[in-house]
């Protein structure tokens, strides 16, 4: 089943911080974050595993909260460059073919 | 970036005609996924495949075929191509946990 994503479009002023957010109603074994540009491939930012740490890099993060089976993506201080679209992708289980389920998608513009 | 190549990256093609795309990757990767993205519905796992000849379908197979006869190569077929499978289809390959896309192939089916 489809991991349910919020908002559904968020702007921003650079410098602004943001929070998208990622819920799903099966238990997950862990959670995958990426940006899409338009017309381009969804790259990869992070994973966040069952039983593992925050992550984070540069001035984005990951957070994984295993008991409500959701997980949030934070901007801060935002840069023209974080435009993109942003989905979550979930897999709910820890057997081999590790098969991603993801989102439709938060859409994200950073204005000057 | 995990060396993956599609082609082609762009074709138009009639109904009922069969299409195939197909999907390189450099870095030995075991495991191979097709996905489709369509407005309003995300990536969606069409088939993927865990090893040479071993394949398995995906959440929107229904019209869809693959093969993998080397490591390097995954092959998505559209056996009598309909306009419902205008799309972008993206393929990755996994690397311990993290998937890893390539460059697309828009396919319009007229």
């Known amino acids: 089943q489809q991991p349910v994503q919020s908002p559904q479009a968020v702007i921003l002023r650079e410098g602004e911080d943001a929070v998208i957010n990622c819920s799903s109603s099966?238990?997950?074994?862990?959670v995958h974050w990426y940006r899409q540009k338009h017309g381009e491939a969804p790259v990869f930012l992070m994973i966040l595993l069952k039983g593992g740490e925050q992550k984070g890099h540069d001035k984005i993060s990951a957070s994984f909260n295993e008991k409500k089976q959701q997980s949030s993506l934070y901007l801060t201080a935002s840069q023209l460059s974080y435009s993109g679209t942003y989905f979550c992708g979930t897999v709910i289980s820890s057997g081999s073919a590790r098969q991603l389920t993801f989102g439709s998608g938060t859409q994200l513009t950073v204005l000057p | 970036d995990a060396g993956i190549t599609q082609s082609p990256r762009h074709k138009v093609t009639e109904t009922g005609t069969p299409v195939t795309l197909r999907c390189h990757q450099t870095e030995n990767h075991r495991y191979m996924y097709w996905y489709r993205q369509d407005p309003g519905h995300g990536l969606r796992l069409i088939h993927y495949?865990?090893?040479?000849?071993?394949?398995d379908k995906g959440e929107v197979s229904d019209g869809y075929s693959v093969s993998r006869s080397k490591t390097e190569d995954f092959l998505l077929t559209l056996e009598s191509a309909t306009s419902s499978q205008t799309s972008v289809y993206f393929c990755a390959t996994r690397q311990v946990d993290e998937q890893y896309f390539g460059p697309g192939t828009r396919l319009t089916v007229t």
């Open positions: 099966k238990a997950l074994y862990s």
């Open positions: 495949s865990y090893g040479v000849k071993d394949t």
